[in-house]
């Protein structure tokens, strides 16, 4: 599975972005999906993830409301609606697949990552 991130770039605080996430392969949705991103020297953490179905959706609390995963599957493709972002959203946004069943908040529980896409909110 290639994963192939896109949709970043700069936008002032309050603005909005929507990530696309495209898939290889015909098996996407056999995999949960998930958006993680990293800020420099910071650990990778949890954004958002969608099961199979598509119809259970995870969130960090610091984007609740205001992100919102979703997939289309015969595009093969996951998006991230980000609204009303801030600053502190600044970060490199990575797209992965899970084959497993669990509760998507680790980065273990993903086997295939894509390149990232950075995305840059001025104040």
């Known amino acids: 599975v290639q994963l192939v991130e896109s949709g970043g770039g700069l936008v002032q605080a309050g603005g909005s972005l929507r990530l696309s996430c495209a898939s290889s392969g015909r098996t996407f949705s056999t995999y949960a999906m998930g958006w993680f991103r990293q800020a420099p020297g910071k650990e990778r953490d949890f954004v958002a993830a969608?099961?199979?179905?598509?119809?259970?959706?995870h969130y960090a609390s610091s984007v609740k409301g205001r992100f919102t995963i979703s997939r289309g599957d015969a595009v093969n493709t996951v998006y991230l609606q980000m609204e009303s972002l801030k600053p502190e959203d600044t970060a490199v946004y990575y797209c992965a697949a899970s084959p497993f069943s669990g509760t998507y908040y680790y980065v273990y529980e993903y086997d295939y990552w894509g390149q990232g896409t950075q995305v840059t909110v001025s104040s």
């Open positions: 969608i099961n199979r179905n598509g119809d259970n959706t």
